[in-house]
């Protein structure tokens, strides 16, 4: 059983930065067997794939739109997933939710990014840019 909490969200200017913190609340294996990934959905849209980080760290991936903006972090002896996000644009405007994903193959570098994958979710944080 997994729960994860989303905090850091708010109302900021086109151009500042904000940092999303997910706090997970693991039972039956570690926090580090899970493949951690951000998703946002914005007002009338689908949700969509933002960042992801494989159990051990070593390999994250990203969204084309957030690339070389927003960083994906965790610290697995806080259980928590952090999202880094700079330079913010008001497209960027969405509710801002973290999942996990069970690695049940593929070792500590393994990841996924569409949404099938992860089994657990957050209730999300809403962020807003404005002009």
């Known amino acids: 059983q997994v729960q994860l909490v989303e905090s850091g969200g708010g109302l900021v200017q086109a151009g500042a930065s904000l940092r999303l913190s997910c706090a997970a609340s693991v039972a039956g294996r570690p926090f580090s067997s899970y493949v951690m990934g951000w998703f946002r959905q914005a007002p009338g849209q689908e949700r969509e794939f933002v960042a992801v980080i494989s159990g051990g760290s070593s390999a994250t991936d990203y969204a084309d739109s957030v690339k070389g903006r927003f960083t994906i972090s965790r610290d697995n002896a806080k259980n928590t997933v952090y999202l880094q996000m700079n330079e913010l644009k008001p497209v960027a405007t969405a509710v801002y939710s973290c999942?996990?994903?069970?690695?049940?193959?593929?070792?500590?570098?393994?990841?996924?990014?569409?949404?099938?994958?992860?089994?657990?979710w957050g209730q999300g944080t809403q962020v807003t840019i404005f002009s």
């Open positions: 999942a996990a994903a069970t690695i049940l193959l593929g070792g500590s570098s393994w990841y996924a990014t569409g949404e099938a994958w992860y089994e657990h």
